[in-house]
């Protein structure tokens, strides 16, 4: 490879840095738009100023003044409030937000049954770049509950060693290795903020 070839190759970089950069920046605007548009209907839901009527009739509305928008009908606005109240209370959540699509969101809505299996699916999507069939397949296998069930703290656990090498899956084998069963607050608690040290550190290590 010669000099000139090089310099553009480092061209090439530039431009696929920026392009990455770029989507990072519309993703985020998007859930943010989303979150704040579920903070409006929450709330005029809640002073009882508005119906079940008044959602289809924002819906239209939407539709008329902002054509060739989607997402935005009875089903999609409804989606938006529920993001809004079940993170709003959150400021740890709330600022890993932006982080992930609207349809791996959607998708953790759709499975997830907790805050804290809610949290930890959005720190792997994160960690994993997780498209939102990659996603649906972690939340699908009940990976959130056997990943839980380990009791070896800080051992080899399959979402520790896939957030260390960057994985972009996890080992269906690893997986299938746990047993489902009813799972000790305490015990749920305890794993999560395992996993959320181990996050950290991980970020750490590459920022140094």
């Known amino acids: 490879m010669n000099d000139i070839t090089k310099d553009f190759i ?17 993703n985020e ?12 209907v929450s709330e005029q839901i809640e002073s009882q100023k508005w119906g079940s009527s008044y959602v289809d009739e924002l819906a239209s509305f939407i539709s008329e003044n902002c054509p060739g928008v989607k997402g935005f009908n009875r089903r999609g606005l409804y989606r938006m409030k529920q993001f809004y109240e079940i993170y709003k209370d959150n400021e740890f959540v709330s600022t890993l937000l932006t982080q992930i699509s609207w349809s791996n969101h959607l998708a953790i809505l759709s499975s997830a049954k907790s805050d804290e299996e809610r949290e930890f699916y959005i720190k792997l999507s994160i960690k994993e770049r997780y498209s939102a069939r990659e996603l649906q397949r972690q939340l699908d296998s009940g990976y959130f509950e056997r990943y839980m ?16 090498s960057n994985s972009r899956s996890l080992s269906p084998t690893l997986i299938s290795e746990y047993t489902l ?10 794993k999560l903020h395992e996993l959320s040290e181990m996050a950290d550190l991980n970020m750490i290590d590459s920022e140094v």
């Open 181 to 190: 069963k009813l799972i000790d607050k305490k015990l749920l608690k305890q």
């Open 149 to 164: 069930l380990s009791t070896e703290k800080l051992e080899p656990i399959p979402v520790v060693n896939a957030i260390k």
């Open 29 to 40: 605007e998007l859930i943010l738009l989303y979150r704040n548009v579920g903070k409006y």
């Open 10 to 26: 480092g061209v090439v970089e530039l431009i696929r840095e920026s392009r990455e950069n770029a989507i990072r920046k519309v």
